[in-house]
């Protein structure tokens, strides 16, 4: 497996590696992994006890922090479909009674 890391942390694996608290990246790779799964259930009560800042957890969220959940990710799915639905007024229906208001042949307000 090749693995990209942003520049920040591959100057935290390369400084790892240059203090000889680790011998090579992927030792280091290996410890942070098992640290991570290891208090990835402590994390995630902690965040539900409000004992986490709301950018914190959004941070985690785009970082992707955590385990994998198929029915949150079905749902999140779903909710994804449902916003790709058209609902209300029509786009183009809005935009012909936009550019008639001020003129001669102006439509009245279209409604759902």
Same mark, same amino acid.
């Given at each position: 497996?090749?693995?990209?890391?942003? /520049?920040?942390?591959?100057?935290?694996?390369?400084?790892?590696?240059?203090?000889?608290?680790?011998?090579? /990246?992927?030792?280091?790779?290996?410890?942070?992994?098992?640290?991570? $799964?290891?208090?990835?259930?402590?994390?995630?009560?902690?965040?539900?006890?409000?004992?986490?800042?709301?950018?914190?957890?959004? $941070? $985690?969220?785009?970082?992707?922090?955590?385990?994998?959940?198929?029915?949150?990710?079905?749902?999140?799915?779903?909710?994804?479909?449902?916003?790709?639905? /058209?609902?209300?007024?029509?786009?183009?229906?809005?935009?012909?009674?936009?550019?008639?208001?001020?003129?001669?042949?102006?439509?009245?307000? /279209?409604?759902?």
């Amino acid at each position: 497996m090749n693995i990209s890391l942003p /520049p920040e942390l591959e100057q935290f694996v390369q400084h790892q590696i240059g203090d000889a608290v680790y011998d090579s /990246p992927e030792a280091v790779i290996c410890a942070a992994l098992e640290f991570f $799964r290891q208090h990835q259930t402590q994390v995630i009560e902690e965040e539900s006890n409000g004992a986490i800042s709301l950018e914190e957890i959004e $941070r $985690r969220k785009q970082l992707k922090l955590y385990p994998y959940d198929e029915q949150a990710a079905h749902e999140d799915e779903e909710s994804y479909s449902e916003c790709l639905q /058209p609902s209300g007024i029509d786009h183009e229906q809005v935009m012909v009674w936009l550019d008639s208001i001020g003129t001669e042949d102006e439509l009245p307000c /279209p409604i759902q």
